[in-house]
């Protein structure tokens, strides 16, 4: 089993910000990606982090498909301003319904 197929990634609502955050069986640490939230419709991707435990392992894509997943799903749109987000974001055109620069 590869370590991509054991990242869990799991949503905390915090008011009007957020965090998706994903963990890996057997490692320690945790990566996080946080969210503000303008409006129902609207989401800013604030912050990526992966520590040097996750790196390599694709935790940081995990978190941004499951922000998209999810925009997806509750009709809502996403400004990258997080670095990490904006550059997944620029590999992937068929994002383009969700985001909003």
């Known amino acids: ?45 604030d912050h990526t982090y992966v520590p040097d435990a996750m790196r390599g392992t694709g935790a940081g894509s995990a978190l941004v498909n499951r922000l998209i997943a999810d925009a997806r799903a509750k009709g809502q749109h996403i400004v990258p301003l997080c670095p990490f987000v904006r550059a997944q974001v620029q590999r992937h055109p068929e994002w383009a319904d969700v985001i909003q620069f």
Not at 27 to 32: L, Q, T
Request: charged share 20%.
């Open 1 to 45: 089993m590869s370590e991509a197929s054991q990242i869990q990634v799991s949503y905390e609502d915090q008011g009007s910000k957020g965090r998706y955050v994903a963990r890996i069986a057997g490692i320690e640490a945790v990566g996080e990606l946080t969210i503000s939230k303008v409006s129902a419709d609207l989401i800013i991707a």
